[in-house]
Each structure stands twice: as C-alpha cells, then as structure tokens.
C-alpha cells in the first residue's frame, strides 16, 4: 500500500511561483527514512534551502514529515496511519503538503565595498560649471534591498553627486562641479563618498574622493607695488644693487615662472645706466651715476610669465641719485687790488671773491676763510660773494706785503675745500722820520787838526721806501756863538760825514754846540735833528815836536757839499 504525497511548494520570488510534485511512499517506511530531496526536486543548491525558511504544512493532526534544511532531504518522522489519514479506504490515499519557502533570509551583513580606498581625480580650473566625473562604484555581496541603494557625499561647496542607476540595477555616482576650481585658492579637494545599503540597519562603505586641481595660467605676475621710488647715492660702483623686483604670479610651474624686461617706457638712457637680470629682476648700476648730470630716471618693468598664454605685470620704479660730496667747492676772484698804499683806510675793499660748490644739501653749502691775524676780514656782500675788508691800520715797514690764502670749505662728511693765495702788495708812504741813533753826540776834536779832517759820520735812518728814503744831511745855521757853523764844518748831505773845515786851537775855540739834520726826499718830506757837541782838545806833549799831529787822517783835498732844491734859508 502506498501513500502519495502532492507536495504543493509555494514561492512568492522564487520561480516557480507554484508548482507540484507528487511523491509515493510505501506504507511501512520507517521512521528518518528520506522521502525525496527537496532541494534537488526544486532545483536548489544542496544546503540551497539553508538560507530560505522553509515551511511545511502537513494537513494532518500529525506531523509525518519533516525536512533537513541542510541536505534538503524530506524525511518521515512518524509511522503514517492509512486508517487514520483516508478512512474511506480509496485506491489512493493523499497527504497534502505544502511547502513555503520564503524568500532568501538575506542578514545584510556585507557593508558596500568600494574597489578602492581612494579615488584620485585631477580636475582643471579651468572646467566649466556642470561637468561630470565618474565615480567607481561601490559593490555589496547583499542582494535585493540589502545591495547599494544610494550614496552620499561629504559637504562640499564646489561638488555634488548624482545617484545613477545601471541597466542591470547597479547604483553609481557621478559627481558633478557645482563651482568652478581655484587652485590658487585650494589646490586639492578632499572628499568623502559614502555607499549606503538598503538594509535595516543600514550598512555603509565609504572612499574618499581626492580631487587634484590642475592649475591654467590665470594669473598675472604681480608686484608687491606698482610705484617704486629708490635712493642710490652718485659714484655707485657697477654692478651695485639698486633694488631686487619680486614679482609673484599665483599659479605654478612655467605658468608662474617670471622673465623681467624693460617697456618701451624706459629711455635708452636707463637702459644704458641700469641693468636689469630678465630671471632675478635685481636692477644693477650699469653706467657712472653723476648727481651734477642726471638726478632722476623713470623706468618702467614688465614681468611676464611663461604660461602657454602669457600674462604679465608692471611696475614703475623712480630711481633718485642721491648727492655725495664730489664736487670741490671753488674760488673765484673777482677783483683784487694790488699794491695799495700802507695808508689805505679801514674798511677799504681789497678783493672781490664769490665761492660756488655744485653739489647740494650740505655738499653744497660753503664756508670761505682767510687766516687769523690777518689785518683783514671777510664780509658777505651777497648770496656768495665776499669782501675782503682791511679790519686794522697797515704798516708796510712792520709788513710790506701779505700772502692772503682764500680757503673755501663745503659741509659735506667729510668736507672737501679749495684755496687760492693772492699777494697784497702795500705801497710806501712816507710816514717816517728819519732817526738818527743818538740825539745828542759829542765828538773830541784835537787842536791842529788837518782841515778836511773826518770827524765822524751822523748818519740816520729811515725805514720808507725809495725817495721817503733817501736822506739829505746838512747843518742847521742857528747861533750858538756868533759864528757860521758852515764856515767852520761841513757835513757830506748825501752819507752824513762831517768834516772840519779849518784847523782848530785850543787857545782860541773850546767847543761848538750846532744841529744836523736828516731829512727824506718824500712829499711832503719828514726831518729830525740831533744836537752836536764838538769839543776842542789841546796837544801838549806834542807842541814841541811837530806841526801836525800824527793820529790825523790826511786829506788831499776838502769836499764841499752843496745841497740843492732845499727851502732851507741856512743852506749854503
Ligand atoms: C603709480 O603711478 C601712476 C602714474 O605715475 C599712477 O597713475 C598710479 O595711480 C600709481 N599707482 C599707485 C598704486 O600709486
Ligand atoms: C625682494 O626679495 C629680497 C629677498 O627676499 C628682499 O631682500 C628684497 O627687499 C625684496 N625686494 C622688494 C622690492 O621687496
Ligand atoms: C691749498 O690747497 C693745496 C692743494 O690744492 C693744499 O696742498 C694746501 O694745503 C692748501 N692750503 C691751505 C692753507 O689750505
Ligand atoms: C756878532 O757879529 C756881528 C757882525 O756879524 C757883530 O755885530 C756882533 O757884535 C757880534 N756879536 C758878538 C757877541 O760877538
Ligand atoms: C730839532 O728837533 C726838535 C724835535 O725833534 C725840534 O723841536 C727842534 O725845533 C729842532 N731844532 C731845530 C734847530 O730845528
């Protein structure tokens, strides 16, 4: 006797949705005895069913069968009782089992993988607003509601995602430049992209999106200012550094390498003065720099990148030449007067002297000096220009002529100065009188003397010059006894030697009292006196034994002078 079964499996998402099988068991099958493979009847994977919750609903009070999930195999549990089950005794008794296999009791227990942990993107600046990049997508081993069903992206304010879906279902995302890349402002982005599941919980993988920007030449260079004004003192030395330009340009690579270059701007004459370095910018005394020649050059820098299309920059630079003390200040004598007369007033000009220096500030300012203890003094007459007064009496015979030295001397650090010399000649006045040395002299005449005798030699002196100079000696004709001076001595008026003129005796003439004088030939002329005393002295020892006295000098003959063009009432 045999039992069928018509086992009616039920599958709500597995195909087939519905379908029967029959199986037929003899009645006196033991117990654990295997009916049928289930799962190899439904076309499942042995164990196939593991995952699935199956069910079996036998319409009986009892339960015959029962089904190994892991082999899949339906097997009796308990003796089945005909009687029981068909009471009606029909050629064929009929169990009915359905089976209910669920859907795959998926655990959702793969979180979405992404192939790899980072994905690199290099994205240029220069890409428009809107553009797409694909992203790799992330995979789950989950199936149904558990696989990826969306992702996610970190904030960002440049991009976003869309979520799309694949022909087979597949989710993936495309990101998308919401704003446009700056890369001087952030040059990489770093974002993450998460890939959520359907799964209750939710499950997540994450990669994180790193978006290189790739810089365009969309920056000029630049420089630190458009106007540059420098100082370099004149005299610099080639080669000095006047000023290092340092452009910047934002971008990088050849986009942000610099060439320097003069703009038409600039005149030859910078260009020929100043160097400039096309690769450093340093700018470079090139030629002499003179303060007195060119104070100002005006220049005019451009840089340019070397970017596919060039951008450039420019800058202005005003280089000032700075005054160094190099100019020697200088004297010029304007007027000079030479000789003048020892006499001349105080207060007279003797010089007109004007001092330049053609270097400025204090290089440029001058002082003019002449030596102390000069009777003189300079006076400023106007911007430059000097007098040189006589500031005390002049006296040719204490100094006849004076070696003035001009000397002119700028305020610069150190001063540089200048002199002239100049030689002031002082003209005799006669302003003298003659001196003899003594006032009063006495000269011993021995009686018997030889007429003609030298007696002496009364000569002055007179420190003038020339004709204020030169003396005339004679005798004043003044009673002092009643007799003519000139009768009895005669003075030579050219070099002062008196002679007595006849022989003197003691018994006779004791003495004679009379005045010479000396008088210059100036105009008008100048005159002193000087008293002489002439004393007569006796021959004693010798009366006896001769007519003339040894110790007289003998002359041959008598000089008599004549003094001519002397107003003098006593002459001759
Ligand atoms: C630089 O100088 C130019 C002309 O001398 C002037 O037009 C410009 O405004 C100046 N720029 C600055 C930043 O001072
Ligand atoms: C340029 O840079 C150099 C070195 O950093 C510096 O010495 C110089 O002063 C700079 N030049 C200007 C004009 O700023
Ligand atoms: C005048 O100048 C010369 C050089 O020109 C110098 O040797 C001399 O010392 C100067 N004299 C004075 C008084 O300054
Ligand atoms: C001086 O001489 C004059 C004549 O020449 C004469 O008259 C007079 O007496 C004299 N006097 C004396 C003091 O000798
Ligand atoms: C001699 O000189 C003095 C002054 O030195 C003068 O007073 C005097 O009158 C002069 N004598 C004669 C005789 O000229």
Redesign the pocket.
């Known amino acids: 006797m045999r039992f069928c079964i018509a086992v009616f499996v039920l599958c709500a998402t597995w195909p087939p949705a519905l379908s029967v099988t029959r199986y037929s068991i003899p009645e006196e099958k033991e117990r654990g005895s295997v009916v049928a493979n289930l799962a190899a009847d439904l076309g499942l994977e042995p164990g196939g069913l593991a995952q699935r919750e199956v069910k079996l609903d036998i319409f009986s009070n009892k339960k015959y069968l029962d089904f190994n999930k892991k082999t899949g195999e339906l097997y009796i549990v308990e003796k089945m009782d005909r009687e029981y089950l068909c009471p009606a005794k029909p050629a064929s008794c009929f169990l009915k089992l359905d089976v209910i296999i669920e859907k795959i009791l998926d655990m959702n227990d793969n979180a979405p993988q992404f192939r790899r942990d980072a994905i690199h993107l290099d994205i240029s600046e220069a890409t428009a607003r809107g553009e797409r990049f694909s992203l790799s997508n992330a995979v789950d081993p989950d199936v149904g509601s558990n696989s990826v069903k969306t992702y996610h992206l970190s904030e960002s304010e440049y991009f976003n995602i869309e979520v799309q879906t694949g022909r087979d279902g597949t989710k993936f995302a495309d990101l998308i430049l919401k704003q446009t890349l700056d890369r001087e402002q952030q040059a990489v982005h770093n974002l993450i992209l998460t890939a959520i599941d359907g799964g209750t919980p939710a499950r997540s993988g994450t990669a994180s999106v790193i978006v290189h920007v790739l810089d365009t030449n969309d920056n000029p260079p630049t420089f630190e200012k458009e106007n540059l004004s420098v100082k370099i003192l004149e005299n610099s030395p080639i080669g000095s550094l006047v000023i290092d330009l340092n452009a910047t340009d934002l971008d990088e690579g050849s986009n942000s390498d610099i060439t320097y270059s003069y703009s038409l701007y600039t005149s030859e004459k910078t260009q020929e003065t100043f160097n400039l370095n096309p690769a450093t910018g340093e700018i470079t005394v090139k030629g002499m720099l003179n303060y007195e020649d060119f104070r100002i050059y005006d220049m005019e820098v451009i840089a340019t990148d070397k970017g596919a299309n060039s951008l450039s920059g420019q800058c202005t630079i005003k280089i000032l030449v700075e005054d160094m003390n190099d100019n020697h200040p200088e004297i010029s004598i304007k007027s000079f007067q030479s000789p003048v007369t020892e006499n001349i007033e105080l207060e007279t000009v003797i010089a007109v002297v004007s001092v330049s220096d053609k270097d400025s500030g204090d290089n440029g300012i001058v002082d003019l000096h002449i030596p102390d203890n000069m009777p003189f003094k300079l006076r400023e007459s106007s911007d430059n220009y000097y007098e040189l007064v006589v500031s005390e009496p002049l006296d040719r015979e204490k100094v006849p002529e004076y070696d003035i030295t001009f000397t002119v001397t700028d305020r610069g650090s150190p001063p540089l100065s200048d002199n002239e010399t100049m030689s002031l000649e002082l003209l005799d006045v006669n302003d003298n009188v003659p001196q003899f040395p003594q006032s009063f002299y006495t000269i011993r005449v021995m009686e018997n003397n030889a007429p003609g005798a030298l007696l002496s030699s009364l000569t002055a002196f007179d420190p003038d010059l020339h004709e204020n100079q030169y003396l005339v000696y004679f005798i ?1 004709e ?1 009673e002092i006894a009643n007799t003519s001076m000139s009768m009895l001595f005669s003075i030579n008026p050219e070099n002062g030697n008196l002679y007595a003129l006849k022989t003197f005796d003691y018994e006779i003439e004791k003495e004679f009292l009379f ?1 010479i ?1 000396a008088r210059d030939s100036g105009s008008p002329p100048l005159s ?2 000087m008293t002489v005393h002439i004393i007569i002295t006796a021959v004693k020892a010798y009366s006896d034994m001769t007519e003339e006295p040894l110790e007289y000098d003998i002359f041959s003959d008598i000089n008599l002078y004549l003094v001519i063009g002397a107003p003098l009432s006593s002459c001759c």
């Open positions: 004043i003044k005045h004088e002193s006196n």
